[in-house]
């Protein structure tokens, strides 16, 4: 079939809209309309990246509907509202059978290749191949994906809000809920308030923390803390991180700290504030060049957890619908990360914002692909045959 599709034709360069060819699902794929699509600070960085096999279809947040499914697709049927996850795991590696479903590496390969699982692309244009991008490429009309990608929502979930759970939302919700497995009643530092540090608070809050202490260099930052549940904020460019912490902990110290930041010094500060027996969790990649430079003295007696979390060790099929409940149950905020809503074809404005330094940074531009009634013209895809 023909879809319309925003195309990384190279490195830096603005998306270009095409109309591209995509084949029917193989065996374990799914055809998805895709209907709302968040962009992402990991799409710009796959535009800046070198080693990015062009040209390429972008975007690994997405939500949309199940239209056709291939041979042996037992998950999702078609009708089916789904959330897509940009790491399938495969079930039967050591990591998947202990359920460590985060840590599976089956994806990696195909997914640096710019394919899907089998090693191939359902997208091309003119007989060439066009390359996927997370296994998901969303940034068009319709998309094919792994069936281990589609995760079934409830039916009354609102696309845009959906398709910002798979990826920032899971990853600082799960850093809080699995990766720290923080406690009703305890104290939670959050460190990096950003897309995955303000998910982080909300899980904190959800899970029942009693204290969430958002730590940043920015005071804009620390006040949007705040919406999402923050009780205390540092600013990190000014005070003294450790004793700030001590000060609003009786002493102790925070039970759970939760570096979204990326900085090798921030999770210095989270582990000299976290009390003794508590966890330190590192969700940001840190710069690889750095060294974390930890005390040594006592590093026995403190009995301290440090871990890092991989898209918050998350557990999709279990994770994604409990946060999409959350959400309709009004616990969960996700219109308040939905800065604004933009058609595939303005898509290349959400990457200018984020050359904005004024642009707050919490929150996605949406890209909405909303289904065509019967009663619409296709005045707007002109030039676009649709055959499905
Ligand atoms: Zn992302
Ligand atoms: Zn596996």
């Known amino acids: 079939m023909k879809i319309k599709a925003a195309v990384m034709t190279g490195v830096g360069r603005p998306l270009e809209i095409q109309a591209v060819d995509l084949a029917p699902p193989k065996a374990n794929e799914v055809l998805v309309k895709v209907e709302a699509t968040g962009v992402c600070h990991s799409d710009l960085n796959a535009l800046n990246d070198s080693t990015t096999p062009t040209p390429t279809i972008l975007g690994h947040e997405g939500a949309g509907i199940v239209v056709e499914v291939g041979p042996n697709v037992t998950n999702v049927q078609v009708g089916d509202k789904v959330a897509l996850n940009w790491v399938p795991y495969c079930g039967r590696c050591e990591f998947c059978v202990t359920g460590a479903v985060h840590l599976c590496e089956s994806a990696f390969g195909p997914m640096f290749n710019g394919t899907l699982l089998d090693g191939t692309s359902r997208l091309s244009k003119d007989d ?67 897309g995955v540090g303000v998910n982080a608070i909300q899980g904190a809050r959800i899970a029942g923390a009693a204290k969430i202490i958002a730590c940043d260099v920015k005071p804009a930052n620390l006040e949007i803390a705040k919406k999402f549940g923050a009780t205390h904020t540092v600013n990190v460019a000014k005070d003294n991180v450790e004793e700030a912490l001590k000060e609003l902990t009786g002493g102790f110290g925070v039970h759970f700290a939760i570096d979204c930041s990326g900085h090798t010094e921030a999770t210095e500060n989270a582990w000299k504030g976290t009390r003794k027996g508590g966890t330190v969790v590192v969700v940001g990649a840190f710069n690889p060049h750095k060294v974390l430079s930890l005390p040594a003295g006592g590093f026995h007696r403190v009995g301290k957890i440090l871990r890092g979390s991989f898209y918050g060790d998350v557990q999709p099929f279990r994770d994604f619908p409990t946060i999409a409940r959350l959400y309709l149950d009004g616990r969960f905020m996700l219109d308040e990360l939905i800065l604004n809503r933009l058609k595939l074809e303005e898509i290349n404005q959400a990457f200018d914002a984020f050359h904005d330094c004024n642009c707050i940074n919490v929150g996605r531009s949406i890209i909405e692909m909303p289904v065509k009634t019967d009663t619409q013209t296709m005045d707007d895809c002109e030039g676009f045959e649709f055959v499905s």
């Open 128 to 194: 060439n191949i066009i390359f996927h991008y997370s296994l998901l490429s969303t940034f068009a009309e319709y998309t094919v994906v792994p069936e281990m990608s589609c995760v079934k929502l409830p039916d009354e979930m609102p696309m845009a809000q959906a398709s910002l759970i798979g990826c920032g939302v899971a990853t600082g919700y799960g850093a809080a809920v699995n990766a720290a497995k923080v406690t009703p009643g305890s104290t939670v530092a959050v460190f990096g308030i950003g």
